[in-house]
């Protein structure tokens, strides 16, 4: 997916790009083979910027796309299509983007969702989640050979950016009666923890401990979600009695110290009213 666009006020200029390494992006004209699908763009770009104000620029890369039909459906029309039916909230056309045995991996959980059953639930909370004031704001879609795009996004609240809010997405789509459909999807969200050098310290003794037992690296690589799995139910049983009571009793300190804060502010402003009246 190789665009930039606001789903709330985004304006579209189209640049088309080539791959050769230079220092800045150069005007690439598609050629003649290409002429209908540059057609389109230009038609789609000059209604785009007639229907929304000026904000973002779009790029979309037609590299190697000879095969492509000028009235199919582009990688890139199926994005935004999708991220759209998300802000608009329209579960109808959202579970239209999704394959049938869709592949969802959201690297926020622990284990992906399998079927367009289990995505349309984690869509639906998320579109919930978002109340009605949070949009997804796409800025980079690059859309590679065959039927694959990625994306850059983040979420804004009423036209502003949220922080820790920045995505990279990336598609893999089928072919379903004339359309494209997402069929794998691979999400990455920023985390509001910058480990920074820790991370880098981490994967040092993790290869470490890789590369002394080998046997159970490569037992724990085979089937790493049932090993999570397993050590959060051995959690549950084992530790989360005696943490979930610590944290009971946390909580309850805490509640009485705010009491108490709030009963010796009602004093003073008391003692205040009585004597500076």
Same mark, same amino acid.
């Given at each position: 997916?190789?665009? #930039?666009?606001?789903?709330?006020?985004?304006?579209?200029?189209?640049?088309?790009?080539?791959?050769?390494?230079?220092?800045?992006?150069?005007?690439?004209?598609?050629?003649?083979?290409?002429?209908? *699908?540059?057609?389109?763009?230009?038609?789609?770009?000059?209604?785009?910027?007639?229907?929304?104000a000026? *904000?973002?620029?779009?790029?979309?890369?037609?590299?190697?796309?000879?095969?492509?039909k000028?009235?199919q459906?582009?990688?890139?029309?199926?994005?935004?299509?999708?991220?759209?039916?998300?802000?608009?909230?329209?579960?109808?056309?959202?579970?239209?983007?999704?394959?049938?045995?869709?592949?969802?991996?959201?690297?926020?959980?622990?284990?992906?969702?399998?079927?367009?059953?289990?995505? #349309?639930m984690?869509?639906?909370?998320l579109?919930?989640? #978002?109340?009605?004031?949070?949009?997804?704001?796409?800025?980079n879609?690059?859309?590679?050979?065959?039927?694959?795009?990625?994306?850059?996004?983040?979420?804004?609240?009423?036209?502003?950016?949220?922080?820790?809010?920045?995505?990279?997405?990336?598609?893999?789509?089928?072919?379903?009666?004339?359309?494209?459909?997402?069929?794998?999807?691979?999400?990455?969200?920023?985390?509001?923890?910058?480990?920074?050098?820790?991370?880098?310290?981490?994967?040092?003794?993790?290869?470490?401990?890789?590369?002394?037992?080998?046997?159970?690296?490569?037992?724990?690589?085979?089937?790493?979600?049932?090993?999570?799995?397993?050590?959060?139910?051995?959690?549950?049983?084992?530790?989360?009695?005696?943490?979930?009571?610590?944290?009971?009793?946390?909580?309850?300190?805490?509640?009485?110290?705010?009491?108490?804060?709030?009963?010796?502010?009602?004093?003073?402003?008391?003692?205040?009213?009585?004597?500076?009246?």
């Amino acid at each position: 997916m190789a665009s #930039m666009v606001n789903f709330m006020s985004p304006m579209v200029t189209r640049n088309l790009v080539t791959i050769s390494k230079t220092p800045r992006l150069q005007l690439d004209l598609p050629s003649q083979q290409h002429s209908d *699908r540059f057609n389109g763009i230009k038609n789609d770009t000059i209604n785009m910027m007639l229907k929304y104000a000026s *904000r973002r620029n779009i790029v979309v890369s037609c590299l190697n796309q000879p095969t492509s039909k000028s009235n199919q459906i582009s990688g890139y029309d199926a994005v935004m299509k999708f991220y759209s039916s998300i802000n608009e909230k329209n579960q109808d056309r959202l579970s239209s983007c999704i394959s049938n045995d869709c592949f969802i991996d959201d690297f926020s959980f622990s284990k992906p969702f399998r079927g367009r059953k289990e995505a #349309m639930m984690f869509f639906e909370e998320l579109v919930k989640s #978002m109340g009605q004031n949070v949009k997804f704001c796409v800025e980079n879609v690059c859309e590679g050979d065959g039927y694959s795009a990625a994306v850059n996004w983040h979420l804004e609240w009423k036209g502003r950016k949220i922080p820790f809010t920045r995505g990279c997405s990336f598609y893999e789509f089928t072919e379903e009666g004339g359309r494209l459909v997402i069929r794998n999807a691979r999400i990455l969200i920023e985390s509001p923890i910058k480990p920074g050098g820790i991370a880098l310290t981490l994967l040092k003794n993790i290869t470490f401990l890789f590369d002394e037992f080998p046997k159970a690296a490569e037992l724990f690589l085979e089937k790493p979600y049932a090993l999570i799995q397993s050590a959060i139910r051995i959690y549950g049983l084992i530790l989360a009695p005696l943490v979930n009571h610590i944290m009971a009793s946390y909580l309850k300190l805490l509640s009485n110290t705010a009491e108490f804060f709030l009963l010796v502010l009602k004093i003073i402003i008391k003692i205040r009213n009585i004597f500076f009246k």
